[in-house]
């Protein structure tokens, strides 16, 4: 039996809700194989991030070698990058390797403030990453910050950031509007030309620990299944839906969304 596969890079989450945790759950429901390469060990749970543990360069390429150079994948998406140097070991490695679809997930501040990206390795970020990537999904600080400072307060601003963010080389901007306010969620997707409006009702709670890598892991698992991006990012809107309205009040913080709820709702 043959299977689509994803790899991704990213950080490890210790609470299980975001990271290399929340993006193999993904993987798993959408009926993707998924490998993984941790770039950093984050002790962490929904009160925040407790520590934060970057690993050695060597052991970060090692285990890309390893997972690309005998399983392959059919997409990769990165996640938490934290240094210049670990972005550039990584874009060397997807150079080498691939090219593969690549969903960017431009990791900078986790909900409770801690920096997951160093200042100073957004312009790697920028550099290295942004022109390989076939989908960017930034937040609507992340964008603001990759920009350079913008104000984005509505969808209009939205679109007017995705455009400017699609001329730094991403195929496709995909920009989520879970920061806004209002009765809807609002998610931009623009191709260079075209702005497509992704909406979902506003669920009013507070269980939304990874709603991010969840999404980038989601549209990663549709393109390794040969979607089309546009379809994939549907894909990813209704399955991040689904996984929010029935987020979960595990710890004494900000819970995980709950990645089974599509399947045990369809299930029924
Ligand atoms: N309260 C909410 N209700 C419905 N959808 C939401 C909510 N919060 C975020 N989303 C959606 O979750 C996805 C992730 O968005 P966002 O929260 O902006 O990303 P991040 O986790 O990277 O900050 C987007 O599709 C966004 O529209
Ligand atoms: C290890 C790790 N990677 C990424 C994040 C950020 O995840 P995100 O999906 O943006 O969710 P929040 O942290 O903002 O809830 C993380 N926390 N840890």
């Known amino acids: 039996m043959t299977i689509p596969k994803a790899m991704t890079i990213a950080g490890s989450d210790s609470g299980g809700g975001a990271g ?108 290295e990453l942004l022109p390989i990537a076939t989908v960017l999904t930034p937040n609507v600080p992340e964008a603001c910050a990759i920009l350079g400072s913008q104000e984005i307060g509505s969808v209009e601003q939205m679109i007017e950031a995705a455009k400017r963010l699609h001329e730094l080389g991403p195929r496709y901007v995909f920009l989520k509007g879970g920061h806004l306010d209002g009765e809807e969620a609002v998610d931009v997707l623009y191709d260079g030309s075209e702005a497509i409006l992704y909406r979902s009702p506003r669920i009013r709670t507070k269980h939304t620990h990874g709603t991010g890598c969840t999404t980038a892991s989601a549209i990663a698992a549709g393109l390794a299944k040969g979607l089309a991006v546009t379809d994939a990012v549907s894909e990813a809107k209704r399955f991040i839906t689904a996984a929010i309205a029935s987020g979960l009040e595990i710890g004494k913080g900000i819970g995980p969304t709950h990645h089974a709820a599509l399947r045990l709702s369809s299930a029924k």
Not at 28 to 44: K, R, W, Y
Not at 76 to 94: E, P, Q, R
Not at 98 to 103: A, D, R, S
């Open 20 to 127: 290399i945790q929340a993006d193999l759950k993904t993987f798993q429901e959408l009926g993707v194989f998924g490998t993984s390469a941790i770039t950093a060990i984050t002790a962490q749970n929904t009160l925040g991030v407790q520590g934060v543990y970057p690993l050695p360069l060597e052991a970060i390429g090692q285990q890309i070698d390893s997972v690309l150079s005998d399983i392959g994948t059919d997409a990769v998406k990165t996640g938490m990058l934290f240094s210049a140097n670990i972005i550039s070991l990584v874009a060397d490695k997807l150079n080498r390797y691939g090219p593969y679809p690549l969903v960017l997930d431009p990791v900078m501040i986790a909900k409770g403030g801690a920096a997951l990206l160093q200042q100073e390795a957004v312009e790697a970020l920028r550099r």
